[in-house]
């Protein structure tokens, strides 16, 4: 069975061949009971797709292998901590434990600084990089009443 150090050179290794394939220098992995579901690779400029970090395209490859979109009893092995974006993704798929090599300094060092996604929480909202308004607007919860009253919705 591959230990930890094994799944997270893999990880490291994905993300070194990315770079050559024309993706940002990131990896990860989904693992479930010691097996390999899923891998994804930094896509960001490839595809377009601000969201298309290592972490997200793994989890998402991992739903639909199997088949859900909780992923309670998996692993996330990434080459590189989370974003903040891929941690808050980490926790919707409801994975059980994250791990990583680099850490957001060392991702900072090689130009991808991301570290004021980190404390932007902490700021008061006047001082977050953009602007965040609720528009008050007659039936906005309309859509959750409706979520309420269905019967056979599938809870997440």
């Not at 024309?22 to 601000?50: S, Y």
Request: proline share 5%; net charge negative.
């Amino acid at each position: 069975m591959a230990s930890e150090t094994d799944w997270l050179n893999q990880a490291v290794a994905l993300a070194a061949d990315n770079v050559t394939s024309g993706g940002g220098p990131f990896g990860a992995l989904i693992v479930r009971d010691g097996e390999l579901v899923a891998t994804g690779v930094n896509q960001v400029t490839p595809t377009l797709d601000p969201t298309a970090h290592a972490e997200v395209v793994a989890i998402r490859a991992a739903c639909q292998a199997l088949g859900t979109f909780k992923l309670d009893g998996c692993l996330l092995v990434a080459s590189c901590e989370p974003c903040p974006m891929c941690f808050a993704s980490a926790l919707w798929s409801r994975v059980d434990r994250i791990i990583y090599a680099a850490d957001r300094h060392d991702a900072a060092a090689a130009g991808f600084d991301d570290r004021a996604f980190y404390e932007v929480f902490q700021n008061d909202p006047a001082d977050w990089p953009l602007s965040l308004d609720q528009v008050a607007l007659e039936g906005a919860t309309l859509p959750f009443k409706h979520w309420s009253a269905k019967a056979d919705r599938t809870d997440y």
